[in-house]
């Protein structure tokens, strides 16, 4: 990390902001050279295999009704046939004209990514941004990804950001389509979707546990049970349970998670599925870091603390719990059309008791920084309900898709920060550090939010077989936003509307290769009010894409190459004051650049999955913009089975980011060089059922800081290593 600097000041943060929204290339280069050493061979048998399986078996034809795709627990690739995730419509990647990367359960296991973040930072084109140990931001194409779904189902997310560490288990593949999504979602950024598609009951019998022991006395333990309930198997139900706790590399933080699964189908007909479904989980963090380490001295040079180095209170805690039910309804008529409905209700609680160290420290004697105690606790609940019906209809002597639905949306948040007595008092060189500060009574002030969201949407897409080898896929969202209340002495209150097009083209250069061009829009409505008092304008946001499909070997390997513009528009930013309130304009910034996905089976035995992105942010003058979000980005992992060693599983992953910086003032600017997490991993299958799997994160033990969203930071985790056994049945 370096710092340019002349000046050594900066002003006081505005905490109430705070409160809401705180701030070996080498070794890879060996890694995959070893890993890919017996791969030519094998890469030609894989070939002559699958183009003999090619011809002698015919293309699976998935129709728009048959929306449950094989699950990816049961295939052990690192990529899907199909996905719904832009359109609803059920196609294969090849088909859908965006870019749609697919973290599947075989990787999540091998690699054993056990949190979202740990998905995410490792999915094509995203970047994980971990401003304090309990708030996660996630950006795509230069922006914060805000849209997420549950099974499809768009969710709003009320801060823009993860809070909690969100767990793994319960989730078959996590789906990301980059880009705008207005079709599925009704309103965001036009970054990306991020999909978390739930596991589902299965009508044979299986079951499946572990245990791990990891770094810092991490202990956690998994337990997965699916079957028939009745002897007909017209019913079927699951339940997933893990428990995880331990210490950190971080002082004093001690998290902890638990997590349940419950979901039970019943066919109520041949042609209609009933689910329902529950998950809950809860996290505890003991010394959990709100905010994060100063990054530079007063005379402009840049810290450098130890790894572990926390600014949390002995008595910190941040504890978060989400719980999420939903009712789903499928009924399939004839003719592939099929009706689905999906009711589902949320609550989100957060409870913390956190201290926030601010200022800028002296070099030698450490003075300079000060305490802010806070008391906050939040609740969030949701509804929603989405209705579709999709399926195919004849036009002109072809068969073409159609996709009709609406949504329904209300979500409330009703948050208190108690502030603490002792806001301002200056604090040693040690006492920022060590945890001392003493508990106060949080009574000084009290202060948060109370409003309602409500959106009511309806869209509709169709895909038009316009000739054998090109298709045509138009449609269109139109959503309505409503919500009043308050946020910190803050009016809420927001009334937009607007539709919002898609367009895609894809035409098949042959059997295994498509072009493809697309444009999407989203929106996403704002708040906060220009110099004359007035809201502004719903940030708009739009997508350009052109692009190259491929899938091989039966589609067992899919690979892409897109180039993309994104652009967004009326930005909310902070323009000055009128007395103590804050007044905003509306800014513009684009990025644009170049990805490459690839993904699946390689050759066989041989599981990858590899990500470039290349790009630039800039704002409406030319100039660079978000320079925090790393501009170019590698992301790869690969297994190999070892022929000689059947029951042996080897494989190493990469995560590449280039330079990062945040600026501090007009003459401080804290740069974060680029840096390599190398990653390793082995699974031995003892038997049939049993297996034992070690891991190994940041091999190369790099210090790095772990995002520059904000104006502080904390460093991430040294090596560190699990060792797990896995039963299953």
């Given amino acids: 990390m370096t710092t340019n600097t002349t000046a050594c000041t900066t002003p006081v943060p505005a905490f109430a902001s705070k409160l809401r929204n705180p701030p070996a290339l080498r070794a890879m280069s060996l890694a995959v050279t070893l890993t890919l050493a017996a791969a030519p061979q094998l890469a030609l048998a894989q070939q002559a295999a699958a183009a003999a399986e090619d011809a002698a078996l015919p293309e699976v034809v998935v129709t728009a009704g048959s929306d449950r795709q094989k699950p990816s627990e049961k295939t052990g690739s690192y990529t899907v046939r199909n996905s719904n995730s832009a359109t609803k419509m059920d196609m294969s990647l090849r088909e859908t004209p965006q870019s749609v990367s697919v973290v599947t359960r075989a990787r999540m296991d091998d690699f054993k990514l056990d949190s979202v973040d740990q998905v995410l930072a490792g999915t094509t084109g995203v970047t994980v941004e971990k401003v304090e140990t309990n708030r996660t931001y996630f950006t795509a194409r230069g922006f914060d990804i805000t849209n997420f779904q549950y099974d499809g189902v768009g969710i709003p997310l009320t801060f823009g950001l993860q809070n909690g560490d969100l767990d793994t288990a319960i989730y078959d593949r996590v789906e990301i389509v980059r880009g705008a999504n207005g079709l599925t979602s009704s309103t965001g950024n036009p970054s990306a979707t991020v999909n978390f598609v739930r596991k589902r009951p299965t009508y044979d019998f299986q079951a499946a546990t572990g245990v791990s022991y990891g770094s810092w006395n991490t202990r956690r333990i998994d337990a997965d049970v699916s079957g028939a309930l009745n002897s007909a198997g017209t019913v079927a139900a699951r339940v997933v349970a893990a428990h995880e706790d331990g210490n950190s590399y971080l002082d004093r933080y001690q998290p902890s998670k ?129 209705s579709y019906l999709s399926g195919k209809y ?98 809420r209150q927001t009334s937009a509307s607007k539709a919002t097009p898609y367009a895609g083209l894809v035409y098949d250069l042959s059997k295994k290769v498509s072009a493809y061009a697309s444009y999407t829009e989203i929106f996403n409505p704002q708040y906060q009010t220009d110099s004359s008092g007035a809201t502004l304008k719903p940030l708009e946001g739009k997508s350009y894409e052109l692009g190259l499909k491929s899938e091989f070997f039966n589609k067992k390997l899919n690979a892409s190459a897109a180039l993309f513009r994104v652009e967004q528009s009326n930005a909310a930013e902070q323009a000055g004051y009128i007395g103590a309130k804050a007044y905003y304009r509306g800014i513009q910034a684009h990025s644009e650049g170049l ?117 502080q930071g904390y460093y991430g985790a040294p090596i560190n290593g699990s060792l797990a056994l896995n039963w299953k049945y």
Avoid at 343 to 368: E, I, M, Q
Avoid at 431 to 453: H, I, K, L, N
Avoid at 463 to 487: E, M, P, V
């Fill in 258 to 386: 638990d997590i349940f699964y419950g979901v039970i189908e019943a066919n109520l007909s041949n042609d209609t599925l009933l689910t329902l479904g529950y998950s809950y989980q809860k996290n505890d963090g003991k010394g959990a870091i709100w905010g994060a380490l100063p990054l530079y001295y007063s005379d402009g040079l840049p810290t450098d603390y130890g790894r572990g180095t926390s600014t949390a209170a002995n008595w910190s805690r941040w504890s978060s719990e989400e719980q999420r039910a939903f009712i789903e309804l499928n009924h399939h008529f004839d003719n592939d059309w099929q009706w689905k409905t999906t009711l589902s209700h949320n609550k989100l609680t957060t409870d913390g008791k956190l201290f926030y160290v601010y200022g800028t420290p002296d070099r030698s004697s450490g003075a300079g920084l000060f305490s802010y105690p806070s008391l906050y606790n939040s609740d969030n609940q949701q509804t929603v309900i989405d």
């Fill in 394 to 491: 004849m036009l002109g002597g072809r068969q073409h898709d159609l996709t009709v639905g609406a949504s329904w949306s209300r979500a409330t948040l009703n948050d208190i920060s108690h502030y603490g007595q002792g806001i301002g008092t200056p604090l040693t060189a040690g006492g920022a550090f060590d945890g001392s500060y003493p508990e106060p009574a949080f009574d000084a002030s009290t202060d948060g939010s109370s409003y309602t969201d409500k959106r009511k949407t309806v869209y509709g897409a169709t895909r038009l077989n316009l000739a054998d080898d090109l298709k045509l896929l138009l449609g269109a969202n139109y959503t309505s936003s409503d919500t009043i209340g308050l946020a910190y002495g803050v009016s």
């Fill in 595 to 711: 990805e490459l996905d690839l993904s699946g089976e390689l050759a066989q035995g041989l599981q990858g999955s590899l990500g470039y992105t290349v790009m630039t942010i800039k704002d409406a003058d030319g100039n660079s913009a978000r320079n925090y979000v790393p501009k170019k980005l590698l992301r790869m992992a690969l297994t190999y089975q070892i022929p000689q060693i059947e029951k042996l599983r080897v494989g190493a992953s990469v995560n590449w980011q280039g330079k990062t910086s945040q600026l501090q003032t007009p003459a401080i600017t804290t740069v974060q060089e680029s840096y390599t997490l190398l990653n390793l991993m082995a699974r031995y299958d003892i038997s049939k059922q049993l297996s034992v799997t070690a891991n190994l994160n940041n091999v190369t033990n790099k210090k790095y800081i772990q995002s520059l969203y904000a104006t």
